[in-house]
C-alpha cells in the first residue's frame, strides 16, 4: 500500500545536538512538507520541496534544514539553532496540483 | 496574510448527536480551498473534507458537511450521528494561492460520551 513513513516515531536527544527526521513517501507525489505541532496548537509549516533539489522556506524554518535528493525523501534535520525543538513533526506529501494531500504519522522529539 | 480561527477549544457531544465546530478564516486571495482533518490520539491527520472556494455547493463526505458561507467567511464542520470514534481532535485548514502554504487553525477536542 502506498503511503508516508516517518521513522522513528519516538525520538529522544540531548540539547545541543543535532537531529535528522526521516520522511519517505512511495505514492510518486511530486511536493513534500514538514510541519511542527506544538501540545493544543495546530500545525506550522517548516519548510516545503515542489521538486527534487529544490525547497522553500515555510513560517518557522529557523533552525531547521532539509534536503531533497530523491523524489521520495525528505528529511529534516532539527539544528542546534533550534531554541525550542521538542514537539511533534508530521511530513506530508501531494501531487503538483496539491490534490492527494497524505500526512505520515508523524515522530514526536523530545529534547532533553 | 492568511489566518484561520477555531474558537471553541474544546467540547462534549453525545453519542448520535449532530456537532457543529466553528472556522473563520481571513484571506485576500480570490481562489482557496477550506480542509477539515481529524486528529485522533495517535497523532496521524486524517482528511475529512474540502471545499474550494468557487465551489457553489457545500461540500459532504458521508456523516460530514461542510456549511460553507463565504460572505460571513465560516466554514464550518457538522458531524452528523456523532460515534465514539469521532472523539479526537479536529483541525480547520487552508489553502490559498501561496503554493503549498496550509494555515491550520488551533483545533477543536472533541469528546463524544454515551
Known amino acids: 500500500d502506498g503511503g508516508i513513513t516517518q521513522s522513528p516515531k519516538y525520538l529522544f536527544r540531548k540539547e545541543g545536538q543535532n537531529v535528522t527526521l526521516s520522511c519517505e513517501q512511495n505514492l510518486n507525489h511530486d511536493a513534500m512538507y514538514w510541519y511542527r505541532q506544538d501540545p493544543g496548537q495546530g500545525l506550522r509549516l517548516i519548510y516545503y520541496s515542489q521538486i527534487v533539489n529544490d525547497f522553500q522556506k515555510g513560517d518557522i524554518a529557523e533552525g531547521y534544514s532539509v534536503s531533497r535528493e530523491k523524489k521520495e525523501s525528505f528529511p529534516l534535520t532539527v539544528t542546534s539553532a533550534q531554541k525550542n525543538p521538542t514537539a511533534f513533526y508530521l511530513c506530508?506529501?501531494?501531487?503538483?496540483?496539491?490534490?492527494?494531500?497524505?500526512f505520515g504519522s508523524g515522530t514526536r522529539l523530545t529534547v532533553v | 496574510a492568511q489566518k484561520i480561527t477555531q474558537t471553541q477549544p474544546g467540547m462534549f457531544v453525545q453519542e448520535k448527536e449532530a456537532v457543529t465546530l466553528d472556522c473563520t478564516y481571513d484571506?485576500?486571495?480570490?481562489?482557496?480551498?477550506l480542509f477539515w482533518y481529524k486528529q485522533p490520539s495517535s497523532g496521524e491527520m486524517i482528511f475529512l473534507i474540502y471545499q474550494g472556494s468557487y465551489d457553489e455547493q457545500n461540500a459532504t463526505e458521508g456523516r460530514y458537511s461542510l456549511n460553507f458561507q463565504k460572505a460571513r467567511k465560516s466554514a464550518n464542520l457538522v458531524i452528523s450521528a456523532s460515534q465514539l470514534g469521532d472523539s479526537a481532535m479536529y483541525f480547520c485548514a487552508m489553502e490559498g494561492d501561496s503554493w503549498g502554504k496550509f494555515q491550520f487553525g488551533a483545533g477543536t477536542q472533541v469528546v463524544v460520551t454515551p
Open positions: 484571506t485576500s486571495d480570490q481562489s482557496y480551498g
Open positions: 506530508a506529501s501531494s501531487t503538483y496540483d496539491r490534490s492527494g494531500y497524505t
